[in-house]
């Protein structure tokens, strides 16, 4: 891959940088922490991962975190795993989310728009007022610190106003979008074993209502611990037997009290795809959570009081909680529940013009459909307000860059495109944005503060203008203080820390160029990736394998050269078994229901047998090598595979294709 020096797409003019916050608080740290006032972000990154303490306990001074209990010292232990940030501090996370409340009452904190595209404001003195209301009822239902409270919800106000107030009391929030099938739901939560759940009777989405309220009912069946379900009547209907009302729980005017919790107290689990089982049960931490996503949003997204967020997501994917977050910075969120193309491709652009999106984000996959739909986003609509597009779930391809720039571009419009790359294993960025500096086209402008982000190859040496392994080998508050249900750390370890000792492998292919940017090449593993959203192959096997006629099947995610992403499906008949129509309707059937209708495959493709490792694990990294064109030398290594004449099957297929 060529790595020379291109022409920068895009450069922001003096006047952007000398705004950007980003740029004040390099001023501000070289004043009170000796950070350098030259040399722009470079230097200002450098430093950062350099002087580690001093940078987070710059962050929490600059964006003014409030420690009820004082901490001893930044960072306690280092290590990874298990790193102790801000040992001895006390603090909410909530109690920041709703500061601006205090200021700005009357404006809005939520802009609501569904499928009618029409923004509904929540205001700030009414979010505080609903958050303390639901909070002072969780406690009367006997919740408490620590305790597990669960959201089977849309992306609305209300599942804003469970997480703070879920945050508030000091429990512990997780949360999945109703179109998760019961037993995808299920391998979450009852990992978790939630007291409280809260749902909806169903949702709107591509136009149509989807009534969840079987799916409701199986979850109360097969979810012992629950104390109590609350039933938001988003489609109309009565509460079930046993349920409360969500307008009861928050209709009284109550002040929120804060739980003061330690820095490293749960906030919220998030859940990995379950490529080979269960999903992992992410835990991060209130204060890892503040800081990271104080640093993120108001520096690297440059937001603040006077900005609009607005972010396609639903609650089942970590940039829900990421939007969330915007809050934090003061900022107004835009919730948009409903299908990113209703009633037609350009929905999210029509949604960012009706709220004024100053920063829109949305998936590159949704920007390559644009594209290709002949979508004028800038011609057809006033997107005067945006400032930045960003992108994430997939690497944004070069031609995506162009296409948003040359289409912002004619319209006059100076847009700041940035593709950022992190996970849900630390609810953050690696790279990305970064308001100050150019933007080459299919890179990623730099790592993140506070990052130490390198290539590595497989000797653990960091290379340069290389495809590597991305890793980080400096501590980040945001990572997970440790797995739900993995009490000794080895899942935790075996995750993240096994291929180098003491440095996170986080499981994607990145060039670090010698400019400092940084490119993404997909997963190193075999996470499916569909429009951002990450979904295990264990999950499909698990339904697929269900129907009686498939003896076995293998489940691929190929990133295309193009943008796109082509997900077949392979099966293993049983014997007299065919392939006709009748059976591939109700394998994508069985998909669409049961798990989510984003992963029901481009293609299902009749193979002669599945290939295992010697140990009988199915091997979907080096299949997914042949279909990118690898030759078979190179994708696998034959001494580990126990039916080698099956990957010549899938060769042949790549070269077909191609």
Same mark, same amino acid.
């Given at each position: ?49 350099? +002087? ?156 149509? $209502? ?89 520096? +690297? ?64 996959? @949704? ?37 948003? +720039? ?13 593709? #950022? ?18 933007? @080459?086209?299919? $890179? ?22 290389? #495809? ?83 003896? $076995? ?17 392979? #099966? ?31 293609? #299902? ?54």
């Amino acid at each position: 891959m060529s790595t020379a020096n291109p022409q920068p797409l895009w450069q922001p003019d003096p006047h952007r940088t000398a705004q950007a916050r980003i740029t004040r608080f390099q001023s501000w740290a070289a004043e009170h922490h000796q950070a350098p006032a030259d040399g722009g972000y470079p230097a200002l990154h450098r430093w950062s991962v350099d +002087h580690l303490d001093t940078f987070w306990k710059a962050v929490t001074e600059y964006f003014d975190v409030r420690f009820s209990t004082p901490y001893a010292r930044v960072l306690g232990d280092r290590a990874m795993p298990g790193a102790e940030w801000f040992p001895g501090a006390k603090l909410n996370y909530a109690e920041h989310a709703l500061r601006a409340a205090a200021t700005r009452a009357d404006e809005p904190a939520l802009l609501y728009v569904d499928e009618t595209h029409e923004p509904r404001p929540v205001t700030w003195a009414e979010l505080r007022r609903q958050v303390g209301s639901l909070a002072a009822e969780l406690r009367a239902l006997g919740v408490r610190p620590g305790d597990r409270v669960s959201g089977y919800l849309p992306n609305i106000p209300q599942a804003v106003v469970a997480l703070l107030a879920t945050a508030a009391v000091g429990a512990v929030w997780t949360s999945c979008a109703p179109d998760f099938g019961a037993r995808s739901v299920l391998d979450r939560f009852q990992q978790v074993e939630p007291v409280v759940l809260f749902t909806v009777d169903g949702y709107r989405y591509g136009g149509k $209502e989807h009534d969840r309220r079987e799916t409701v009912a199986e979850l109360r069946r097969e979810l012992p611990t629950l104390r109590a379900v609350v039933h938001i009547p988003l489609l109309g209907t009565p509460a079930p037997e046993g349920a409360l009302e969500w307008s009861a729980l928050t209709a009284a005017d109550t002040e929120p009290a804060f739980e003061q919790v330690p820095f490293d107290h749960p906030l919220w689990v998030l859940y990995s795809s379950g490529t080979t089982g269960l999903p992992k049960a992410i835990v991060q931490s209130q204060g890892g959570i503040l800081v990271e996503h104080l640093k993120q949003l108001g520096l +690297h997204c440059d937001l603040g009081p006077e900005d609009r967020f607005f972010w396609y997501t639903s609650t089942g994917w970590m940039m829900w909680n990421f939007l969330v977050s915007g809050l934090l910075t003061g900022t107004t969120i835009v919730l948009y529940d409903g299908s990113p193309g209703h009633p037609d491709t350009g929905a999210q652009w029509r949604v960012a013009e009706r709220t004024g999106a100053t920063l829109f984000g949305t998936s590159a996959a @949704y920007v390559m459909a644009c594209r290709k739909a002949g979508v004028h986003p800038s011609r057809d609509h006033d997107l005067s307000r945006v400032k930045c597009v960003a992108t994430t779930g997939s690497p944004l391809p070069p031609d995506g860059f162009r296409w948003l +720039h040359d289409e912002f571009a004619a319209s006059g419009a100076d847009l700041w495109i940035a593709s #950022v790359s992190g996970g849900t294993d630390v609810c953050s960025c690696f790279a990305g944005a970064v308001p100050t500096l150019p933007v @080459y086209t299919g $890179e990623l402008q730099a790592p993140g503060l506070g990052t130490d982000l390198q290539a590595w190859d497989p000797a653990g040496r960091p290379v340069i203008d290389e #495809v590597g392994e991305l890793v980080v080998t400096n501590p980040m508050p945001s990572m997970p203080i440790r797995f739900w249900n993995d009490p000794d750390g080895s899942r935790y370890h075996e995750s993240y820390f096994d291929t180098y000792p003491g440095v996170w492998r986080h499981g994607d292919w990145i060039t670090v160029t010698s400019r400092g940017t940084v490119i993404i090449h997909g997963r190193s593993d075999s996470t499916l990736n569909r429009q951002g959203v990450r979904m295990g192959s264990a999950d499909i096997y698990e339904v697929v394998e269900r129907l009686p006629e498939i003896k $076995e099947s293998l489940v691929i995610g190929v990133e295309q050269p193009d943008g796109g992403y082509w997900m077949p499906l392979f #099966v293993h008949l049983a014997p007299g078994a065919v392939l006709d129509e009748a059976l591939l309707t109700r394998i994508k059937q069985a998909i669409r229901e049961q798990l989510s209708p984003r992963h029901v495959p481009d293609e #299902v493709i009749e193979v002669p047998g599945v290939p295992h490792t010697l140990t009988g694990k199915r091997i979907e990294v080096p299949v997914k090598r042949l279909l990118q064109g690898a030759p078979l030398e190179k994708a696998v290594n034959p001494g580990s595979i126990d039916n080698l004449d099956l990957l010549t099957y899938f060769e042949d297929l790549a070269r077909k294709r191609a």
